[in-house]
């Protein structure tokens, strides 16, 4: 799936436009739009980054990260996905950046996402649904999870066994079994627990262009 990522990756550089301050994802296909973006680094104001990661990477290439803060609206945002369905709704989040993910996404006026064909879902949940918790909520969202959904949350743990922290000092729950029959409706019920800071559902603002990595690559 590593080419299906860069020919994605690749062809969503045709987006990005002269003077333009484009929102970056993150994750492995974005890695690649990263490195194709360094190529054409001379022609862009610079980007806005969703995660240290991508920042790092940006950096490295000489590509200048802004605060969001300080730009205004984006014209176009770029991101991978864990689950995509045929209405351009998302899983996001296995790398732990779903929220300031999230953010650019909806400061965002064009979302192109970027993904292999594996990613492709008819019903999202497959992939466990991350939700970015406040350390001291993460028990009781726990609860409210498995009672909203009827589906397992796991906290994630790293390699080393200890609970993964955001960038933004929060942990993440995974719900494992789902079958998502209405992602607006669930990420709104999600949205509401106390200590919820996002969920990596992105229903409500679904991607407005989706590239599945190929030979050619396939535009929807
Ligand atoms: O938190 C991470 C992001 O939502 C990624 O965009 C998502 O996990 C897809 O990553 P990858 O391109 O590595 O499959």
Not at 7 to 14: P, R, Y
Not at 82 to 92: A, F, N, V
Not at 185 to 208: C, K, Y
């Amino acid at each position: 799936m590593t080419e299906a990522k860069r020919q994605a990756a690749e062809k969503a550089i045709e987006y990005v436009e002269d003077g333009m301050i484009v929102g970056v994802g993150t994750g492995s296909t974005v890695a690649y739009f990263i490195d194709a973006l360094g190529r054409i680094g001379d022609r862009i104001k610079g980007a806005v980054s969703s995660s240290e990661q991508s920042t790092q990477r940006l950096r490295a290439l000489g590509i200048e990260v802004l605060d969001l803060n300080s730009t205004g609206p984006l014209s176009l945002y770029v991101d991978g996905a864990d689950e995509c369905d045929p209405h351009k709704r998302l899983i996001k989040g296995g790398g732990a950046a779903l929220t300031r993910e999230k953010i650019i996404a909806e400061a965002s006026e064009k979302f192109v996402c970027i993904v292999d064909p594996a990613k492709q879902v008819d019903v999202l949940g497959r992939f466990p649904l991350p939700v970015e918790v406040i350390p001291m909520a993460r028990s009781l969202v726990a609860r409210e999870l498995l009672a909203i959904t009827r589906a397992q949350p796991v906290w994630r743990q790293d390699a080393e066994g200890r609970g993964v922290v955001t960038d933004n000092g929060n942990a993440i729950l995974d719900v494992h079994g789902l079958a998502i029959t209405d992602p607006v409706a669930l990420e709104q019920a999600i949205n509401q627990i106390p200590g919820v800071v996002s969920v990596g559902l992105f229903a409500r603002r679904p991607a407005d262009v989706v590239i599945v990595g190929g030979e050619p690559p396939r535009v929807l």
